[in-house]
Each structure stands twice: as structure tokens, then as C-alpha cells.
């Protein structure tokens, strides 16, 4: 039998970022072509009824390392595991990273890296490509992969000594390019030359576990480098975005520059709001080498409540999860040494319930926030809204029925990531998306999955995001220095 031509949701509660209103939905042929009560529909069309559920954009995860080669192995999860995960935890949408070797072309990593997830990803996806050497070659690049390549984001790394990371001339030449073509700079805020010489100092103490990885990076030193980086972008006027903020004083950083009316957006992960970093204390390793990660989880349990609160606040904007996942027998290339265990955790499947959990059910925030930082944000921050991250006429149908009264428990027993524990394990989680819709057509029901490798689609951003780049042009007009005019200084020089 040929499948129904459109999809009506039926008596939902619709929830965007700015409001909630009991409404149908109209799919056809992977769009939202109608929202209003009482739609007269054509026969033949399947009916979802969703009364007492709530029906909202399809998340997107703003922060993904598919399949990424890294500290000497590949995690687990690629495009094509990690998409069915993503869109079984109601995510229809990632955000992935290009990671070019110092010296390679940002041109060639980026097709390489649409040809490897083109034929490969179930939902849509897009590419932030990050700047990991300096050149004239490297700034020409980033000019074609924002004007040709649908690319309006790079990422900077402060972190990684000798491997990403660039030094503060290097961050200033690129994010004054990244200003100059209309892109977003994102940067991994940790001090490179300190970790470095804090996991010597640690390894010289005899600290070769997980605990060292926290012990060589506290807090101040992802602080230090989020200032920095903040002090930089404003030096050129560019919007700036934190990626990953993993500690109360770094969110604080944020938050302050935030307050002194910097354009700049923070990005806490699944795995800073759901669960913390006194795990690296564990007695089993391979239970602490489970949460490596950089910036680390932090050791104070009162972290994740916090950042939820200034996400909640929009103090922080939008999440993601660092989703990076490597099996245990992988982390434990690290077993002697925690400088060589692979860095990254799980999160792309979980992070719907996880915020809904922590943030929702626990009275920080309502269901239109939970919207704002799980979709629209993304999706105006990265400018392809209201393509994606509204329900409403002409959007994509990506979209999910959630059900807030459901619950789930989260187990690596269960879930559909390759990796083979979960950092969430045992979480019981109010918040359960029962239908996942992407491109228009039903891809989760039941607890069922429906998707081929490839259907998913490259979503192509244009540079100069108005949410964005609004308030940089206008300080550009306005917020221009202007020299003195003065008569000629007459009087004597001493000679030299
Ligand atoms: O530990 C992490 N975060 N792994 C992925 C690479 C990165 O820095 O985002
Ligand atoms: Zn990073
Ligand atoms: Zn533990
Ligand atoms: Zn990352």
C-alpha cells in the first residue's frame, strides 16, 4: 500500500519558543503547510492524535563529533548510528565539526567530511569547520566555505597545545575574517599551555587516573581562556560563541560579558547540565574514564544546577552535546595515563530528556524555553530559522510529540549509540519523545526506528545571521573612534 501522502497532528499542544497554543498540524511532502484548529484535510492522509501531547520542532544539537579521528582512534558513533540515535531521542537535526590537521586544507576537510556523512546521515545536518593553523591560504578558505559552502561558523581551539591550538595573534587574524565574511567564532576555551604543564605536574606527583585529567585543568583555566577569547572578539567587534562551557566560573565569565552587552552566546552540554565530574573519583576506572572529556565535567555537584539556571535565564543560550563517544577498551588507551585517554562522552540521544528533566520537570524552566535552547536558538543563532526550530506554515516538518507525563530510564542496555556504556546510566528522565517526524515523514514510533542511510540532507547557512549580526553592524556605524581635530602642534622637537 502506498504510504499516506501527508501527515495531520491532531489536537496537540503546539509549543514554540515564544508561545503554546492547542493546534493542528498540516505535513505535506516534508513541510508544515498548515497550523490552525479544525484543518480540513484531504482523505487518505494519516492522522496522529496528540491531545494531551505536547508537539514541538525537532531539536538540534548544536555541538556533534560523528565518527571523529581523535587521540588515536575514531569514535564510535558515526553518521549513521549517531543520526538514528539523535533523531530516537527527538533531535532531527546536528550540527557536526570539520577538523582539519594543522597545515591541511579547511577546503578539502570539508569535502571529505560531506562525503563521508552525505551518504551516510538519517537526519539533516550542517558543518562548522574549525581553524586549527593560521595562513593567507587559511583565511581565503573560510571567505569560500562562507560564500559557496554553506559553512557561517569556525572553531577555534585554545586547548590542545601543538595539535589545534592556535596562540592569541592567531585567534585575533581569525575572528576578525570570521567578522569580516559575517561568520559566527566559536572557540574551545581552555588554556592549552597550562594544561600542558599541569598534566606534567600531575604525572610527576604519581596522578596517572581520570581524576588528573580535572586535577591538571580546574575551573580557572577554562575561565582564563573564555575572558580571553571574549576580550579578543570584542577587540574586532565579532559575535563570539562559547562551545562546551563546563564550569560555574566560566558560565559567570558569560554571563558578566553578556550583561556588558557583548554578543556572545554560551553553549552548556548535556553532560554539564545532567551529571558532574566527582565520577573521576570513582574506584572502577573505567567507570571514571567514562566522563573524559575536555573542558572536563566539573567536581563541584552543584555545577549542572547552576548552569541550568543561567541557561534557563538565557545567561547561556542554546545546548549541544560534544556527543564524541569512544567504547571502553578505547578509553583505555589511556589505562597508564590520562593525558592518552580519548576525550568525549555521549549525549546526542539524551539530551532532549536530560534538559527536559533537570530544567523542565525540575521547575527552572517552561516548555517554551525548553524550545528556545533546544531548537529556535540554534536555529537563529546559526540562520536557518524559522526553516528549522518553529512550527509553523512553510518550516520544515521536523517535529516532535512529546510526551512531558511519560518517563524513561536511561541505560546503555538501551539506548541506539554504539558506545558501550552511558554516562547518563540510571537517570530516570520525565520527558519522552513518542513520535519523531523528520523531513515530513514518521522516522520513530513505538520505540522503533524507520530510517535509511542518506536521507538526511546538508542544510546550507548563509553568513550574517540578523540575530547575530544586527547589533555588530549597528555598533560599527555608531561605535566607530574618530580622531581629534586639532591645529598642527607648532612648537619646538627635540632632535633624536
Ligand atoms: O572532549 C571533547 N570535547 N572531545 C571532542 C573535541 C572537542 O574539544 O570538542
Ligand atoms: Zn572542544
Ligand atoms: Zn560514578
Ligand atoms: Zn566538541
Redesign the pocket.
Known sequence: MAEPSGILIKGGKVVNEDCSVISDVYIENGKIVEVGRNLQIPAGVRVINATDKLVIPGGIDT???MELAFMGTRAVDDFHIGTKAALAGGTTMILD?VIPQKGKSLLEAYDAWRSTADAKVCCDYSLHVAVTWWSDEVKKEMETLAKEKGVNSF?MFMAYKDVFMLHDSELYAAFAQCKAIGAIAQV?AENGDLIAEGAKKMLSMGITGPEGHELCRPEEVEAEATQRAITIAHTVNCPLYV??VMSKSAAKVVSNARRDGRVVFGEPIAAGLGTDGTHYWHKEWAHAAGFVMGPPLRPDPSTPGLLMDLLANDDLSVTGT?N?TFSVCQKALGRDDFTKIPN?VNGVEDRMSVIWERGVHSGKMDENRFVAVTSSNAAKIFNFYPQKGRIAKNSDADVVIWDPKMTRRISAKTHHQAVDYNIFEGMECHGVPIITISRGKVVYEDGQLQVSPGEGRFIHRVPFSEFVYKRIKQRDQVGRPTAVIRKPYEGKVISV
Do not use: A, I, S
Request: proline share 0%; charged share 20%.
Open positions: 555541538h556533534t563529533h565539526f572553531k574551545h562551545v562546551h560534544d564524541c568525549g
